[in-house]
Each structure stands twice: as C-alpha cells, then as structure tokens.
C-alpha cells in the first residue's frame, strides 16, 4: 500500500513538473530564436515605434500598447457581464437557470474564426452606421474615441473578445457562487442584509480567488486572441490616437507577417512572441502578488 502511494505521489509530481518544464522550454526556444533582434535593436525594440521591413527597422510598442488596449476594453466590457449573468444564473430556479447556463457556455464552443466573420460582416457594419456614430456625437469624448471611424478599430475588437471571454469569466464566477456555503448567505440575511449587500460583503469575499481566477483566465485568453481581431482591428502599425483607430496587437503581427518573414523580421517577430509570454506570466504573478498581500484583509490564514 505504501509503495503504491509512493509511486502515485511521484506521478503526480512528474506531472506538475512538466508544466514548468514546458513553460521553461517554450520561453528558451523564444529567447534563442530573437536573440538577433535584442542584440540589434537592445531594449530599444520595446518603446520603437517603427515597422519597416525594406529598411530592417522593427520595434514592438504599437503591437504592446494594441494588446493591453484591446484586452483593457474586453475586460471593461465582459467582467461585470459575466458577474451578473453568473449571480443571475446562481439565483434564479432550475428551470431558468439551466438553459441559460448551457446558452452561455456554447458560446465557448463556437471557433474564434467564426467570431471574426461575425465581426467583418455583421459588427463592423454595425458600428460604423449606429454605434460609432453616436458615441462620436457625446460632447467631451473626441479623446477617447477620436474622430473618424470605418466600424473597424479598437473598441469593435474589444467588443469581440469580451464575447469570447465572457462564457469562461461566467463558468468560473458561476461555479464560485454555487460553492459558497448556504450558512454564510443566512447568517446575512439574519444580520438584515439585502440580497445586494450578502452578494458583495459575503458572497464575493469568500469566493474573490475563484473570481479573480475566472478574471485573468479571461484576460489569457484576450491577450493572446489572434483571429478575431485580426479581422476588425485595422491591421495598422499605428499608435491608436482613440478607441475607433485601427491598429494592431502582438498575436495579428504575428499571423499576419511570420509565414513570409526571414532574417531579422523573423527574429523580431520571436521578440515580440517572447513579449508576449512575459506579460502573461506577468500578469498571473502581479494577480498571485496581489491576493497574497490582502489576504490578511479578507480573513485567510497565510
């Protein structure tokens, strides 16, 4: 018996080392194959704005700044969607809750190609006849939005990827209500609490690390999204000057100029590969950093 727990003990162990193992070698192969790049342009590449093939002038800011912004928009858009339709999903009886919990899961289920059709043919025009053009007419916002707008740019990709990330935010948000113990919802509404006040001051205090979980599984994906924005984002190695200008994000250079690359351009686009690991694993630290620190506030033992 113990040497049947033994030897399950170090499966799993094997198990869990190979993630870390395949994280430390896809970040080695990254490193190796952009080390002409960074020994080229140095820790320039990284706030360069240029992208000029004929010239081998390469910097990686438009592409950084099109990613952060593109995933700052979906999250806007899709975490208080997906926390309401998942406290939603959560309170209301069986016979609603189910068909709407499976409508929101197949959302996930449909391929992100087909996202991008939807976009090209059915969002963009959208936007560009109604939506853009009231926006652009509330006084005081020309900073934000800008001035001109086709139906393709920046707020028509984020309005894609938060469709996209919205069922995974959901599932996981969902799930966490479910599992918060009934007592602790009695215990508040016996304290007079309305059901507001239990879902913000219980509900979310017990469950925040399953929530923030859903949140960052959710900018992942928006993050490293390739083909959805790669339709409606404009393709435009540009700085945005406002949500309605066309751009450009890390993952559509690089399925937009990897197959014809060679040389430096491709060592480049490696950079900018590698970029965009780091921020991920970034990001999942700063999360991790963060609910390490407050944990204190919330009540958990370190």
Known sequence: MQRTDAIFKLACLLCACLAGLLMLGVLVQLSGHSLEA????????????????????FGAWPNIVGTLLTTAVA?????????????????TPGWISRPLSHAVDLLAAIPSVIYGMWGLFVLAPLMQEHVQPALAAIPGTAWLFGED??????????????????????????????????MLREAAYGAGCT?????????????IRGITGGIFIGMGRALGETMAVLFVIGNIMELPEGLFSGGTTISATLANNFAESRG???????????????????????????????????????
């Open 38 to 57: 960074w020994q080229r342009f140095g820790l320039g590449f990284l706030w360069s704005c240029e992208w000029d093939p004929a010239r081998e002038l």
């Open 75 to 91: 999250l806007c858009l899709a975490i208080p969607l997906s926390f309401v339709s998942a406290l939603f999903v959560t309170e």
């Open 264 to 302: 430096l351009e491709q060592s480049s686009l490696f950079a900018l590969g590698l970029i965009l690991l780091v921020m991920s694993i970034g990001i999942q630290a700063i999360s991790r950093y963060y609910l390490h620190m407050t944990s204190a506030r919330r009540g958990e033992k370190h």
């Open 149 to 182: 707008y086709n139906g393709f740019g920046f707020l028509t990709a984020g309005l894609i990827l938060a469709l996209m990330i919205l069922p995974y935010m959901g599932a996981v948000m969902r799930d966490v209500l479910r599992m918060t113990p009934p």
């Open 195 to 207: 059901r507001l006040e239990a879902t913000r001051d219980v509900v979310m205090r017990y469950g």
